[in-house]
């Protein structure tokens, strides 16, 4: 099992910043593609943002784009999500996901592996 451990959530005013961090243990994957999905409250998940094993590529939802960076350190099995200009529809719980397929995650978007989830509130 690929365990994931996410961090970073917090209350924040709307136009501040937050820092997700997530980190991977067990049994990664040899290419772990990794990627950030959300729930908002009565809200179906939606997907956030993604990025390739090697960090060179990267997926942001059409909602983020310009706000939202997207990183990872390979020597630490981590992956970040930088967040700016925060929002009140920002509000959501925050999963990290990975899959060893770039298609499962950023086509049909359907990771194989979740996190527990850290939550973000931004008030106005």
């Known amino acids: 099992q690929v365990q994931l451990v996410e961090s970073g959530g917090g209350l924040v005013q709307a136009g501040d910043s937050l820092r997700l961090s997530c980190a991977a243990s067990g049994r990664t994957f040899s290419k772990p593609m990794m990627g950030w999905f959300r729930q908002a409250p009565g809200k179906e998940r939606e997907f956030v943002s993604a990025?390739?094993?090697?960090?060179?590529?990267?997926r942001y939802a059409d909602s983020v784009k310009g706000r939202f960076t997207i990183s990872r350190d390979n020597t630490k099995n981590a992956v970040y999500l930088q967040m700016n200009s925060l929002k009140p529809e920002d509000t959501a719980v925050y999963y990290c996901?990975?899959?060893?397929?770039?298609?499962?995650?950023?086509?049909?978007?359907?990771?194989?592996?979740w996190g527990q989830g850290t939550q973000v509130t931004v008030s106005s």
């Open positions: 996901t990975t899959d060893p397929s770039w298609v499962r995650l950023v086509e049909t978007k359907t990771p194989g592996y």
């Open positions: 990025i390739s094993s090697s960090g060179g590529n990267t």
